[in-house]
T-cell receptor, first 117, second 112 residues
């Protein structure tokens, strides 16, 4: 089956700790994204990547870091600098970036809920 | 600025009735408008999208209409069923950015 997987489903972070959320896709998509979702709110873009070894900051990148060493993987690290990390994190992918025609449709993973202990 | 306003934030309709959710945007050059459905504890799923070269698109009980002059687009769900209960998000691709902006969501509840 093709799709996007995220792990773990739930993640607990202690004070001052860095944690990494996994996102893997086997859709052969070039573009990948990380969004944060807070209760009752829409999705806010954290980081996105168009190709391997390249990524760009989104609207709320502070306190987060990413890497794109492989086409199918785009892990997100929530650092200790992120003072309010409790949220639902969603990973998405698309064939190409928005603005590139029909390839811009984004497909989402099941999400990771991050909680602070 | 880049933003999308979505209304209403909550909507309750009787099973079998229709539901309409509306979004407005500010960039007249925007040309891609997807709608997503998110069930509790899951990621959003694309249910329908429309591009600026068409005014309406339909897929069974779901339709989206686009009014470029007024800069708004709407999701219409007819003959609603219990499984339509979810949060619905509209989104807009602004011409100036390589990203999609999401509305704040509408929680739709279908009353039996």
């Amino acid at each position: 089956d093709g799709g996007i997987t995220q792990s773990p489903k739930y993640l607990f972070r202690k004070e001052g700790q860095n944690v990494t959320l996994s996102c893997e896709q086997n859709l052969n998509h070039d573009a990948m994204y990380w969004y944060r979702q807070d209760p009752g709110q829409g999705l806010r873009l954290i980081y996105y990547s168009q190709i391997v070894n390249d990524f760009q900051k989104g609207d709320i990148a502070e306190g987060y870091s990413v890497s794109r060493e492989k086409k199918e993987s785009f892990p997100l690290t929530v650092t200790s600098a992120q003072k309010n990390p409790t949220a639902f994190y969603l990973c998405a992918s698309s064939i190409g970036l928005p603005g590139q025609g029909v390839t811009e449709t984004q497909y989402f993973g099941p999400g990771t809920r991050l909680l602070v202990l | 600025g880049e933003n999308v306003e979505q209304h209403p934030s909550t909507l309750s309709v009787q099973e079998g009735d229709s539901a309409v959710i509306k979004c407005t945007y500010s960039d007249s050059a925007s040309n891609y408008f997807p709608w997503y459905k998110q069930e509790l504890g899951k990621g959003p799923q694309l249910i329908i999208d429309i591009r600026s070269n068409v005014g309406e698109k339909k897929d069974q009980r779901i339709a989206v209409t686009l009014n470029k002059t007024a800069k708004h687009f709407s999701l219409h769900i007819t003959e609603t069923q219990p499984e339509d209960s979810a949060v619905y998000f509209c989104a807009v691709r602004y011409s100036s950015a390589s990203k999609i902006i999401f509305g704040s969501g509408t929680r739709l509840s279908i009353r039996p």
